[in-house]
C-alpha cells in the first residue's frame, strides 16, 4: 500500500468551506462594529463643536455663535501656530473636524455642519449636526444639537436640520 502525501482535494474544500463559514459570521459583525464607533465618534465631534461654539460666543461677543464651522478652526491644516486667534479662525476646533463638511473631508465616516441663525446683526443660536458621509455604510443615524446641548438623532439621515426647532423634532440621546 502506498503512502499518502498531502491533503485530498475533498479535504481542502471541507476546511475552505469553514473558513467562508467563519468569514459570513464575522464579516457583519464587523460591519456592525465600524458603523458604531463612527456612531460614537460623531456624537463626540457634535458635543466638541458645543463646547467650541460656547467658547466661541464667550471670546466674541459681539460676534454671537460662530457664523460657520470653519471659523471655529484654524485657517491651515498646520494649526494657528503663533497667529492669534480671529473671529473668523477661532482656533476652538481642529483643522480635520473644522473642514469635515462634506462627505469628500468625513472624519470617521461622518461629515458636519454648524451654521448659525442670525437675528439683527449677531448670531444668536446655531445648530451643530453631523450625518453619515455613506448611509448604511459609514452610520445609520445622523446626529444634531443647538444652544441647548442636547444631542439629538434621527434614524435616517434625511440632511441637516435648518433651525433649532428643526434639531428638537429628533430623538434626545439623553
Do not use: H
Amino acid at each position: 500500500m502506498r503512502k499518502q502525501k498531502g491533503f485530498s482535494l475533498i479535504e481542502l474544500l471541507i476546511v475552505v468551506a469553514i473558513i467562508l463559514i467563519i468569514a459570513a459570521i464575522a464579516i457583519p459583525n464587523l460591519l456592525r462594529a465600524r458603523i458604531a464607533a463612527n456612531e460614537s465618534s460623531a456624537v463626540s465631534s457634535v458635543r466638541t463643536i458645543n463646547t467650541a461654539e460656547v467658547s466661541y460666543q464667550s471670546a466674541y461677543p459681539t460676534v454671537g455663535y460662530s457664523a460657520d464651522l470653519a471659523s471655529l478652526g484654524p485657517a491651515t491644516s498646520a494649526g494657528c501656530g503663533a497667529a492669534a486667534p480671529v473671529s473668523t479662525n477661532a482656533c476652538l476646533l481642529d483643522f480635520v473636524l473644522s473642514n469635515a463638511s462634506t462627505a469628500a473631508t468625513a472624519k470617521s465616516g461622518y461629515f458636519f455642519a454648524a451654521p448659525s441663525i442670525a437675528a439683527g446683526g449677531l448670531n444668536l443660536s446655531y445648530v451643530a449636526a453631523g450625518q453619515p458621509a455613506a448611509a448604511n455604510q459609514s452610520g445609520v443615524r445622523g446626529f444634531c444639537s443647538n444652544e441647548d446641548g442636547v444631542i439629538r438623532y434621527v434614524a435616517v439621515a434625511a440632511g441637516f436640520p435648518a433651525t433649532g426647532a428643526a434639531c428638537s423634532a429628533y430623538i434626545s440621546l439623553q
